[in-house]
């Protein structure tokens, strides 16, 4: 399909639902007559690992779900929302978290949402690194196909907000606004108004930042970043540096609030690493140059009455991740809330095993507003976990920050991509990814304290080993209609859906 003529049709989405699924198997209760709940989707994948793919199969992604396969569920075209694609049909919410006139969090009917300056109840749909590739092969097809920041804009914020989306990010290591040349075509697409948010990145600035600031480089990989946390400087430098960079989001009524930062080693597999994940024996090894963690690690091993490295039990390493945890939010919670009362603190994006232990995820939602994880190597939420965060986050919501499976059907100029790049598994075609989106979404809708989800990300990685189908777009920047297509019917049923899952499942 030609890019100047992505259409959409709900008549040609229905049919093309009705068509897709086949009949691999049934759940659900006895109401609706016979019909079950859900008629489920087989889907072929292959799971990234150890820096290759295993073998074809359908293991974990025979019951599918798609919202063709939904037997109980009605599909709409659209629903009535707010510019911020919040809905109005809300009972008045509890709970509210936030400042009036900006995004706030708060709860309706048992469901969670992003309160949006407009009085709207939305649940965050987007995508990230909303900007033009930086590879060569992205440089030359920009030129060629728009040739400037304005017209790709143009046709992006089109894009999206056709296929209804409510939150980009722009996603710079070193946090900014969106470049003044493309802000309103992003964030304010026809009548649609984004919402965005951005990652701090404080405690890795100022592991950047060291040999500048201290006269000597971090060594990492042979300390855990975390022992940072306790520097002599550090409480001053995260101070500074949200007071600089909050100050760029003063009034911005689109942005929602920022990540602190991305995927801090909490916890490492299988607790296996000194380095990967704190560890109390590490912390209490420390040399001088980081005796603040060290100190830190021995007040610890005091006040728990432990005599001896020898006498650490595996619930003391755990209480002893948490402390760490625990002051890491706090200092750095608290400098931006000082810095920026207006906008909310979206956690750090909790990876890996950090977003399955109990005490790291309670540290964040004690300081944090909302709790975000991103969450790979799953072919859907995992019930049990999502049953965990409903006690671990409290009375606050979680969100997903990243997830996304690549198509095998992708290539550049009639070359298949490698796909190794990034921890995204792969799927046969774009058909396919769309099934795995709704998947997804429909399982998370169906938690009710989720208040959101980010797709990782808007376009392909490509160049120097990246090619990575990952992107709504091509590297030439062609929509994959068979992917949106799928998206666009899940964003358009948003509320119906939600609204379906906060009844009990007799009687949907």
């Not at 108004?193 to 592991?207: D, G, P, Q, S, V």
């Not at 969100?399 to 070359?415: H, L, P």
């Not at 396919?432 to 989720?450: K, S």
């Amino acid at each position: 399909m030609n890019r100047m003529t992505f259409l959409w049709t709900g008549a040609l989405l229905a049919l093309a639902a009705c068509a897709d699924e086949n009949a691999d198997g049934a759940s659900g209760g006895t109401g609706h007559g016979d019909r079950p709940e859900y008629t489920y989707t087989a889907v072929e994948y292959r799971k990234k690992q150890n820096g290759g793919f295993q073998a074809w199969t359908t293991a974990d992604s025979r019951e599918t779900r798609t919202i063709g396969g939904m037997n109980w569920f009605s599909p709409v075209a659209a629903h009535v929302e707010t510019a911020w694609g919040g809905r109005l049909d809300y009972e008045q919410p509890v709970s509210v978290v936030g400042t009036e006139g900006f995004f706030r969090i708060g709860k309706s009917g048992g469901r969670w949402y992003f309160l949006d300056p407009d009085g709207g109840a939305a649940i965050l749909h987007g995508t990230q690194h909303v900007r033009p590739g930086t590879s060569d092969e992205h440089v030359a097809a920009f030129g060629s196909e728009f040739g400037s920041d304005a017209a790709w804009s143009a046709e992006t914020g089109r894009l999206l907000a056709s296929c209804g989306f409510n939150y980009v990010s722009y996603g710079s290591n070193r946090i900014e606004r969106f470049p003044e040349e493309v802000r309103d075509n992003l964030l304010s697409p026809g009548r649609r108004k984004m919402a965005y948010a951005e990652n701090l990145y404080l405690l890795r600035t100022f592991m950047w930042d060291m040999s500048e600031n201290l006269g000597y480089a971090f060594e990492d990989g042979t300390y855990n970043r975390l022992v940072l946390a306790f520097e002599p400087t550090f409480q001053e430098y995260v101070e500074d540096l949200a007071r600089e960079k909050c100050a760029l989001f003063a009034g911005d009524r689109h942005f929602v609030g920022y990540y602190l930062d991305n995927e801090l080693p909490f916890v490492a597999y299988r607790n296996a690493s000194d380095v990967d994940g704190v560890e109390l024996k590490h912390f209490l090894s420390l040399p001088d140059r980081y005796r603040g963690a060290r100190e830190f690690a021995e007040a610890f091993m005091a006040r728990e009455g432990i005599a001896s490295e020898s006498d650490i039990t595996e619930a003391d390493r755990e209480r002893f991740r948490e402390a760490v945890a625990d002051h890491y939010f706090r200092v750095t919670a608290e400098a931006v809330r000082r810095a920026d009362p207006q906008h909310l603190i979206l956690g750090v994006r909790l990876h890996d095993w950090s977003k399955y232990t109990q005490g790291i995820v309670q540290a964040c939602a004690r300081y944090c507003d909302v709790v975000s994880l991103n969450y790979y190597a799953r072919w859907q939420p995992e019930p049990d976990f999502m049953a965990d965060l409903a006690v671990w986050c409290g009375d606050k919501p979680f969100i997903v920050t990243e997830f996304y499976v690549k198509g095998a059907d992708a290539s550049y100029n009639g070359a298949a991509y490698s796909n190794l790049e990034g921890g995204g598994w792969l799927v046969r075609t774009q058909r396919d990814r769309g099934r795995f989106y709704q998947n997804f979404c429909l399982r998370l809708l169906e938690t009710r304290n989720c208040a959101g989800w980010m797709h990782f990300e808007y376009g392909d990685g490509y160049g120097d080993g990246s090619d990575s189908n990952k992107g709504l777009v091509s590297v030439k920047y062609e929509p994959y209609t068979d992917f949106l297509d799928a998206v666009k019917e899940l964003h358009n049923n948003l509320y119906a859906l939600a609204s379906y899952y906060d009844k009990a499942p007799a009687d949907r």
